[in-house]
């Protein structure tokens, strides 16, 4: 049964203080229930700057999402009239939830006596590391609209979250990042090319978890492409990369052009050392130093806290790392494993490009890898004997051309002499397949410290 107050203004309009209208969703399912949510409601009954107007009948609801088993809750929503500014309503909703025997600060989606979110504040839109209103998921909850719906709101009027917001312009990205930072944001950055699949999709979410906002840039760097290599028939598909970007979480997308990027008159580029003359860097010269040159123009542009990198292109890693000690950017850098197709072939890409009959061999890297390791498992420790190893694998699939088999220091792919493959190794592949060129790389072994 929808209840209704009448409403005590407390004379905050007759102080000249504005008045918001609020909507306040109510969660329970541990405890008495409909006690936590009735109590919650007459404490801020009785808060000043708050003039609780009507609020919904109860609605039991199962729990939804990851987390452990737990009872099915019972939800609400409220709505209230408020002087109080957004954070310090914020700040009662929090001790209200304290008060009903909630820990604080309390596991993720674990049961819990008492969930007070702000869905609406008025009309306005606030982005800070505490509130982001309107709720980002509101629309998105049945136990939420429902009970809007009983309190008279027309939903259709009402702005949703904007999901992933698309950016093509650098000013506007800088922007959004200033906002979020002033708010005391932790901010992510997962930098791609795009064509995004599950491995993009897992740094994504790893930042998501580690991070208050994530930006994701999709732009496909000329600088990192030689002459004659496939920038032009890099897959490109900004509609469906948004699309993976939403159901990662990303707040913001960034997908600038090539001028966005780099101004006409661009002439600063970051060179990186010796290590990034080898392997890629010795196929494809100029490589690494057009890859430096991207992230720390993407570095000095969006400022992140972190910044999300996959142990797939390994020697990037390796470059990226260097970069950010030497020219001192205060980025965390972040490796994140490889994700595979179950027969093995590291996601990527360019996996897209290859006919069916180089898709079906491409495995061989893997399974050439996975031969070493095991060798290594074994007690194997000759580095030559374990790059013969994977090399004889690697010799089976006539349709994989070889760049190279290295195995290396893992820590910073330094090379490790014959027989010295003891600590922090890993081993690195590099083939074409037809005109697709794909790279696979696995440790060996954990590094054990000094
Ligand atoms: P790219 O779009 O190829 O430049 O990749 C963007 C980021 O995603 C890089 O840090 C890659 O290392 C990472 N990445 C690409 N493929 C995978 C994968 N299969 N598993 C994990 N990370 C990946």
């Known amino acids: 049964m929808l209840m209704t107050w009448s409403i005590q203004q407390r004379g905050v309009r007759r102080l000249g203080i504005d008045v918001e209208t609020v909507y306040i969703a109510l ?3 541990l405890g008495d229930r409909e006690e936590h949510l009735n109590r919650a409601i007459e404490r801020l009954k009785a808060t000043p700057g708050v003039a609780v107007v009507a609020c919904s009948s109860w609605l039991e609801t199962e729990f939804v999402g990851d987390g452990p088993e737990q009872g099915r809750f019972l939800n609400g929503v409220l709505k209230a009239n408020t002087s109080l500014p957004p954070l310090a309503l914020l700040g009662v909703l929090r001790a209200l939830e304290v008060e009903a025997g909630r820990r604080s600060p309390h596991p993720r989606n674990h049961p819990r006596e008492l969930d007070l979110d702000v869905i609406f504040y008025g009309d306005q839109e606030i982005d800070s590391r505490e509130l982001q209103v309107p709720h980002p998921r509101w629309h998105e909850r049945a136990f939420v609209t429902s009970p809007l719906r009983e309190l008279g709101v027309n939903l259709d009027q009402r702005p949703r979250a904007m999901g992933t917001r698309l950016a093509h312009e650098a000013a506007k990205v800088c922007e959004q990042v200033s906002d979020w930072l002033r708010g005391g944001c932790v901010v992510g950055l997962v930098p791609t090319m795009g064509s995004l699949h599950e491995g993009h999709a897992s740094l994504m979410r790893r930042a998501k978890a580690e991070c208050d906002r994530v930006l994701a840039t999709v732009f496909v760097n000329p600088l990192q492409f ?14 469906r990369d948004l699309g993976v970007c939403e159901a990662a979480g990303v707040d913001t997308l960034f997908a600038p052009s090539a001028s966005g990027m780099f101004a006409s008159e661009f002439a600063s580029h970051v060179g990186v050392g010796a290590a990034a003359a080898e392997m890629e860097g010795a196929v494809r010269e100029g490589h690494f130093s057009g890859v430096a040159t991207v992230v720390a123009r993407l570095f000095a542009m969006t400022r992140p806290h972190r910044a999300y990198f996959g142990e797939k292109d390994a020697q990037q890693l390796v470059v990226v790392r260097r970069m950010c000690a030497d020219l001192g950017f205060p980025v965390a850098v972040v490796a994140c494993p ?4 179950p027969d093995g072939l590291a996601l990527s890409s360019r996996n897209t490009r290859l006919t069916a009959e180089d898709r079906r061999a491409a495995p061989v890297l893997y399974r050439a890898l996975c031969a070493a390791g095991d060798r290594f498992k074994d007690g194997l420790r000759d580095r030559d004997l374990l790059v013969r190893c994977a090399q004889d694998v690697l010799a089976t699939e006539p349709r994989c051309a070889v760049d190279y088999v290295e195995l290396r220091r893992a820590r910073d792919l330094a090379p490790l002499a014959a027989a010295d493959a003891v600590c922090g190794a890993r081993m690195l592949v590099a083939a074409r397949f037809g005109d697709v060129r794909l790279l696979d790389n696995v440790a060996l072994n954990d590094e054990v410290a000094p």
């Open 338 to 341: 490889i994700v595979r197709e």
């Open 226 to 239: 030689g002459p004659g290599e496939d920038f032009d028939t890099y897959p490109r598909d900004l509609e």
């Open 27 to 29: 969660g329970s399912n």
